[in-house]
């Protein structure tokens, strides 16, 4: 990372570092844990859409299909995407074991409802 370089706003990074810090001590004490990341998940996605807004706001080129980084590397929609992706086990198991397992559970669907 550039010494230039800016960092992501203060409030996602915290959010990021409560995964981090929530999730390592989920892993400790697997049984003992109720770590619900629902309300986590949500604040980060208001940010991102804030940021995604902000971005578009800004009058992108729309066949410019850069990472918005690299289109402007003060933007902070792509600080937050780079900050977040950078995160294996969070993207993992927000795909993982959030989106696609229970997605399914909480609507209520089985395989044999596909059928």
């Known amino acids: 990372m550039a010494s230039d370089e800016e960092e992501p706003d203060q409030s996602f990074q915290e959010l ?3 995964w981090d ?3 390592s001590a989920e892993d400790a004490e697997p049984a003992v844990s109720d770590f619900d990341p629902t309300n986590l998940f949500h604040r980060l996605c208001e940010i991102l859409e804030r940021e995604y807004n902000v971005y578009i706001a800004s009058d992108p080129d729309p066949f410019d299909e850069r990472h918005p980084s690299r289109v402007d590397q003060t933007c902070q ?4 995407l780079k ?6 086990n969070l993207v993992k198991d927000l795909f993982q074991l959030y989106l696609r397992e229970n997605h399914f559970v909480r609507m ?8």
Do not use: E
């Open 108 to 115: 209520g669907l089985t395989k044999n409802s596909f059928d």
């Open 21 to 23: 810090g929530r999730k």
């Open 83 to 88: 900050a977040f992706f950078k995160r294996d």
């Open 77 to 80: 929609l792509g600080l937050h």
């Open 16 to 18: 990021l570092v409560l």
